[in-house]
């Protein structure tokens, strides 16, 4: 039940294409649900996330779409660049009481120039 | 700049040595987390903090200590009981619940 699955586990797109990422989560309390993305050697950085009152969140190129009866939501990054290229993490947790996040396996994602 | 900083950046330990990893954030957070990562895993909680003189165990604390005598700092202490150390150790902060976590840079512990 405290499980976030992610998927997939390494993903390759061309310069411009759509990068899309797919996380699914089993514990129906979870009602906070980020993303992060970390370059090598470094500490993982919040680019974006949702709560469960809204299906879809936009900030720039990064969105992330949400579907609460299927209990899945997934990072989409349109015009995905070459310095997009990291890995990501889909994460959740319960957004009262202490914030312990439970993540996703990670998704390394490279785009081709 | 506000942050968090991490050290050593790279540690190594001994068999049956005890070693400690340093964080340090000057955000004026409540809450600290220590997290553990391994190649495939994600990242997973060791310890957590919510406010200063007070700690929970996370999902793998075992072989692993921490305090929390001040609210800047939340030091991990890897112990000789854990038997596989060798990881990157993540050290995060938060407002508290509800609110984002910012993380450090890690340190990489190896075992020689």
């Known amino acids: 039940q405290q499980q976030v699955k992610q998927s997939p586990q390494s993903l390759i797109v061309q310069k411009g294409g759509i990068s899309i990422i797919n996380c699914a989560y089993e514990?129906?309390?979870?009602?906070?649900f980020p993303w992060y993305q970390q370059f090598p050697g470094k500490g993982p950085a919040l680019l974006i996330a949702?709560?469960?009152?809204?299906s879809e969140k936009k900030e720039g190129r990064f969105t992330i779409s949400f579907n609460k009866s299927a209990k899945q939501f997934s990072l989409h990054i349109m015009d995905s660049q070459p310095g997009d290229s990291a890995t990501y993490f889909c994460a959740a947790s319960k957004k009262e009481g202490a914030q312990k996040l439970v993540f996703g396996q990670g998704t390394r994602l490279t785009i081709n120039p | 700049d506000g942050g968090i900083t991490q050290s050593p950046k790279y540690l190594f330990r001994k068999e049956g040595q005890n070693v400690t990893l340093s964080c340090e954030q000057n955000?004026?957070?409540?809450?600290m987390y220590w997290y553990r990562q391994d190649p495939g895993q994600g990242l997973r909680l060791i310890y957590y903090s919510q406010i200063v003189n007070d700690f929970q165990k996370g999902d793998i604390a075992e072989g692993y200590s921490v305090s929390r005598e001040k609210k800047e700092s939340f030091p991990l202490t890897v112990t000789s009981a854990q038997k596989n150390p060798t990881a990157f150790y993540l050290c995060a902060s938060s407002r508290g619940g509800g609110q984002p976590q910012h993380f450090g840079d890690g340190t990489r512990l190896s075992i020689l």
């Open positions: 514990n129906t309390a979870f009602d906070y």
């Open positions: 955000l004026n957070h409540d809450a």
């Open positions: 949702i709560r469960p009152d809204v």
